[in-house]
């Protein structure tokens, strides 16, 4: 079983600038994450491999960026310029010959 523990959430105003952490209970080859607005379907922001591969939504490019530190089992989001509609609870996931998620961590994109 693999333990997903997220932080970094938190309340923001627009433009400002929030990093995500995601620390894994062991070594998993790809993680990132995924993120949920109420009354909206979880969709992806981004995720990473072991080896620094870095997949995006298009929406995110430009914005967030996804980094790992392998030592530590975590990955980190650092999302820049945020906008109220980045607003959702944002999971962190696992994706082994299972998929893990985490609890979730709340961003508020409000002034």
């Known amino acids: 079983q693999v333990q997903l523990l997220e932080s970094g959430g938190g309340l923001v105003q627009p433009g400002g600038s929030l990093r995500l952490s995601c620390a894994a209970s062991?070594?998993?080859?790809?993680m990132g994450w995924y993120r949920q607005a109420p009354g909206k379907e979880r969709e992806l922001v981004a995720t990473?491999?072991?080896?620094?591969?870095?997949n995006y939504a298009d929406s995110m490019k430009g914005r967030f960026t996804i980094s790992r530190d392998n030592a530590k089992n975590t990955v980190y989001l650092q999302m820049n310029s945020l906008k109220p509609e980045d607003t959702a609870v944002y999971v962190c996931?696992?994706?082994?010959?299972?998929?893990?998620w985490g609890q979730g961590t709340q961003v508020t994109v409000s002034s």
């Open positions: 996931g696992a994706f082994g010959t299972k998929v893990y």
């Open positions: 062991i070594s998993i080859n790809a």
């Open positions: 990473i491999t072991g080896g620094g591969r870095t």
